[in-house]
């Protein structure tokens, strides 16, 4: 059982200013978690306003439920991807909103949950769900994908230069079905992975972890949707763990922010492209020294915020 009260949400002072929620105030949380960022927004737009959060994750919501059961009906669950808000939140009274927050990857109950299979630090099932009703686990795709195909999921979301290795050697140990198995062959077919900073096993787990729940396509359908939802005036902030999601990220705040997006050598702009969101942060905003020190998990925390321009 993890304790709950251990859980830190990331940088959230700067989440709280960024969003600015007011009483009455109607807020989306995309990645609910267990509620750390959410009871903050919600106390700070007391005594009325109200937050829709959602989570892949039905033990997270539960949780989150009965940690902010105090809230009564001012918080609104969701068991859904934040992708699909579009379709979920008008109906629920969210169909334009003051804020909204996506708090990316996985929280702290996961990945200190043995059971849940995203660590290796224990040894489990290697399932890597955050919604394990449902979906192929880190096991499936380890033991069924092509050779190939394995080698270019963790080159490609795990940015690991060794992954044709990896793979040939994760398709000669099949079947792999625990956390520590794999990251023991990772570890074996890596040259001098046992002497790096992190384990070398770090890369390919969250490979895995991004393509079982599919992550940067979630979060390509999200954005668009998130800014639809938000009333002009409305705030979007989004924190990501990793230069995949924060890549992804900034360029769509980019391209979104910009009037025109002919090239540059184009004298006439045929594109007709026009902002619909203003940078509230030029540059991500990072963990302090001292909030790193207290919660690992900022240390790779950057912050991006937008506003959303009257059309
Ligand atoms: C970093 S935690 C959020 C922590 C939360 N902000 C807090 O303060 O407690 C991320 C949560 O987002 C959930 N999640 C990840 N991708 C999701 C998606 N596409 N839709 C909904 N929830 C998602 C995970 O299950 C996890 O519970």
Same mark, same amino acid.
């Given at each position: 059982?993890?304790?709950?009260?251990?859980?830190?949400?990331?940088?959230?002072?700067?989440?709280?200013? *960024?969003? =600015?929620?007011?009483? !009455?105030? @109607?807020?989306?949380?995309g990645?609910?978690? &267990?509620?750390?960022?959410?009871? /903050?927004?919600?106390?700070?737009?007391?005594?009325?306003?109200?937050?829709?959060?959602?989570?892949?994750?039905?033990?997270?919501?539960?949780?989150?439920?009965?940690?902010?059961?105090?809230?009564?009906?001012?918080?609104?669950?969701?068991?859904?991807?934040?992708?699909?808000?579009?379709?979920?939140a008008p109906?629920? *009274?969210? =169909?334009?909103?003051? !804020?909204? @927050?996506?708090?990316?990857?996985?929280?702290? &109950?996961?990945?200190?949950?043995p /059971?849940r299979?995203?660590?290796?630090?224990?040894?489990?099932p290697?399932?890597m769900?955050f919604d394990?009703?449902?979906?192929?686990?880190?096991?499936?795709?380890?033991n069924s994908?092509?050779e190939d195909?394995?080698?270019?999921?963790?080159?490609?979301?795990?940015?690991?230069?060794?992954?044709?290795?990896?793979?040939r050697?994760?398709?000669?140990?099949?079947?792999?079905?625990?956390?520590?198995?794999?990251?023991e062959?990772?570890?074996?077919?890596?040259?001098?992975?046992?002497?790096?900073?992190?384990h070398?096993?770090?890369?390919?787990?969250?490979?895995?972890?991004?393509?079982?729940?599919?992550?940067?396509?979630?979060l390509?359908?999200?954005?668009?949707?998130?800014?639809?939802l938000l009333?002009?005036?409305?705030?979007?902030?989004?924190?990501s763990?990793?230069?995949l999601?924060?890549?992804?990220?900034?360029?769509?705040?980019?391209?979104?922010?910009?009037?025109c997006?002919?090239?540059?050598?184009?004298?006439?702009?045929?594109?007709?492209?026009?902002?619909?969101?203003?940078l509230?942060?030029r540059?991500?905003?990072?963990?302090?020294a001292?909030?790193?020190?207290?919660?690992?998990?900022?240390?790779?925390a950057?912050?991006?915020?937008?506003?959303?321009?009257a059309?």
């Open positions: 059982m993890v304790d709950q009260t251990t859980h830190l949400p990331v940088l959230l002072a700067d989440v709280i200013s *960024g969003l =600015a929620p007011h009483p !009455g105030g @109607l807020t989306i949380d990645t609910l978690g &267990l509620g750390g960022h959410a009871e /903050a927004i919600l106390d700070a737009s007391a005594p009325d306003g109200r937050l829709l959060g959602f989570d892949r994750d039905g033990d997270a919501l539960a949780r989150a439920g009965e940690r902010l059961a105090r809230l009564g009906d001012r918080l609104v669950t969701a068991h859904a991807s934040y992708a699909e808000m579009s379709r979920l109906p629920l *009274g969210f =169909a334009a909103v003051d !804020g909204i @927050l996506l708090d990316l990857g996985l929280s702290s &109950l996961q990945l200190d949950d /059971a299979g995203f660590a290796f630090r224990y040894d489990a290697l399932d769900r394990p009703s449902s979906g192929l686990t880190a096991a499936d795709l380890v994908l092509p195909e394995l080698a270019d999921l963790i080159y490609e979301y795990g940015e690991e230069r060794h992954s044709r290795r990896v793979a050697a994760i398709v000669r140990g099949r079947p792999v079905t625990t956390t520590n198995r794999l990251a062959i990772v570890a074996a077919s890596i040259p001098g992975g046992r002497r790096e900073k992190i070398p096993a770090t890369r390919t787990f969250q490979a895995l972890r991004i393509a079982v729940n599919d992550e940067l396509r979630e390509e359908r999200g954005l668009p949707q998130a800014l639809d009333k002009p005036g409305g705030r979007l902030a989004v924190i763990f990793h230069s999601e924060d890549r992804l990220v900034k360029h769509w705040m980019k391209r979104e922010s910009t009037d997006l002919c090239p540059p050598e184009q004298l006439v702009c045929t594109c007709g492209h026009v902002a619909a969101l203003r509230v942060t540059k991500p905003v990072e963990a302090s001292q909030e790193s020190g207290a919660n690992p998990r900022a240390r790779s950057k912050l991006r915020a937008i506003e959303r321009v059309a």
